[in-house]
């Protein structure tokens, strides 16, 4: 008799769009982009420190969700790994972290999309920016409600889309680029270590959101193979992406315009402007940024909370109704609803820095729970089948917690207190909800049920998939390293 659960349907390709297209969007083309407005060409230096410190993270979740890929990432290895409490902690956290991001794209779509009408001569500026968020919103609830192919499908177009308007964009601006911009910080004094901690986390944020493609592991196909190997692809895939943006803003805007770039909502159009590039290149890199980047965020800015709020659900930490699946569409309806009312609420603050602030906290309180989780599930469970196992991982766990806690001491203090109340919040509603209605933890066979192994061809293609996008990634990597060494040969 067919069960009415989540089907296995996404493959290493829609895996790394899924995990690029939350980590790459609002980070990179508002907060993150905005501080070379304050550091200059040292931007390079902080994106390069925020890939370090990512990396050892993105392959302790490869051995993780290798082992349990399960829906609900996190929540799932802290449940078996810590105890509820944590595990929830690590739910409600994650939920509202990825859900601002969505949020954040939409109004930064919002800012992108009315630049590119200007463009055009349309004048949409008396339209509030948060209608045009909301719109968008209610788009991407119909298209994950309708089935986790069909997004994945649209997610993969969205993320090629907005590579390949890229390189077109990066091809057309190189001789615009101006190897004298790059040099030096763009303030008269250096900044203070409180102010370069907390740029730092923004550019950080740039990175944040890896653990997308291990929160929908119960809808990916042969996960113990496609999990790792999608995580340590994006964590290099997401720092190329931000090095090559970066270079290209500060070799095309003079330091001078500095100060407008650390303010604005748009920071690569109002760059453009300033430079006096404005016509076909905005349009293309609006086009980019607006229906590529920001349409890539908002997908699995849905998808993935509500596949942790349906984890929650089925395990009685959140009510039951949050759990049901629909009959047709095999998704977690009422979990996608939910997701759209809480980025309503985000919208309507209309604080895109306050939103990137909210989620960076919760996402580092995420993931420093998902380290502790690591070392449990290497306690409670030394036999359980590991696929992949990262490199000292146990160490990686106490470099990654001690890292960011050191990162959250020079956080938003706004922020960082809506983080302890959502964390308090998250406590009372255990002790008064979950804690009456929790029941005792299935086994491990029961709740990943049966993984199939790949036939003998299924994984020759899957390796040489693999070796492609590996190869790619390498080579993008080195090149997006390699540019900043030209001003120093030309200048």
């Known amino acids: 008799m067919e069960t009415n659960k989540l089907v296995r349907a996404l493959g290493l390709k829609e895996s790394i769009s899924m995990t690029i297209g939350t980590v790459v969007g609002v980070g990179l083309f508002t907060c993150g982009s905005s501080q070379i407005g304050l550091v200059g060409t040292w931007i390079i230096g902080f994106t390069f420190v925020s890939l370090l410190i990512s990396i050892w993270p993105c392959l302790i979740y490869g051995e993780m969700s290798a082992a349990l890929p399960c829906a609900g990432g996190t929540y799932n290895f802290a449940k078996r790994g810590l105890n509820r409490i944590w595990a929830n902690m690590a739910g409600w956290h994650y939920i509202v972290s990825v859900v601002a991001i969505g949020a954040g794209e939409t109004l930064a779509f919002s800012n992108y999309f009315t630049i590119l009408l200007e463009a055009f001569g349309i004048d949409i500026t008396w339209l509030d920016s948060r209608v ?26 969205f993320i090629f889309f907005f590579w390949a308007c890229s390189i077109c964009w990066f091809l057309y601006m190189i001789p615009n680029i101006h190897v004298e911009y790059f040099g030096g910080i763009a303030m008269d004094k250096f900044p203070s270590f409180r102010e370069m901690m907390y740029i730092f986390g923004l550019v950080w944020w740039c990175y944040t959101g890896f653990e997308t493609c291990v929160s929908i592991g119960s809808e990916t196909k042969f996960p113990q193979y496609v999990l790792p190997r999608a995580l340590k692809i994006s964590v290099f895939l997401v720092f190329a ?119 960076l906290i919760s996402l580092a309180v995420c993931y420093m729970i998902g380290c502790l989780a690591y070392m449990g599930l290497l306690k409670h469970y030394p036999d359980m089948k590991r696929p992949y196992k990262a490199p000292f991982g146990k160490l990686g766990c106490y470099v990654t917690i001690v890292l960011y806690l050191f ?61 492609i996008w590996k190869w790619g990634t390498i080579a993008v990597t080195v090149i997006a390293l390699s540019i900043y060494f030209i001003p120093m040969i030309f200048a």
Request: hydrophobic share 50%; with cysteine.
């Open 132 to 157: 045009i968020a909301c719109t968008l919103v209610a788009i991407f609830l119909v298209l994950n409600f309708r089935g986790i192919e069909q997004s994945g499908k649209a997610q993969t177009a």
């Open 241 to 359: 992406l931000n090095a090559l943006f970066q270079w290209f803003l500060v070799g095309l805007v003079p330091g001078e315009f500095y100060d407008m770039i650390a303010s604005a909502d748009a920071p690569y159009a109002e760059g453009l402007k300033t430079a006096g590039l404005v016509g076909f290149p905005i349009i293309l890199l609006c086009i980019a940024i607006a229906f590529g980047g920001d349409l890539s965020t908002i997908n699995p800015g849905i998808a993935a909370p509500a596949r942790y709020i349906y984890t929650m659900a089925e395990d009685h930490s959140l009510p039951a109704v949050l759990g049901k699946v629909h009959p047709k569409f095999k998704t977690p309806h009422i979990a996608v609803l939910v997701v759209g009312i809480i980025n309503f609420i985000l919208i309507a603050t209309d604080s895109i820095c306050y939103i990137a602030s909210v989620s």
């Open 407 to 467: 990162m959250l001491i020079f956080a938003d203090v706004t922020a960082l207190i809506t983080a302890v109340v959502l964390s308090v919040l998250c406590i009372i509603f255990y002790f008064a909800y979950t804690k009456k209605h929790q029941n005792v933890i299935v086994p491990l066979e029961e709740e990943i049920g049966k993984i199939e192994e790949p036939t003998e061809d299924e994984m020759k293609a899957m390796d040489k998939e693999y070796t």
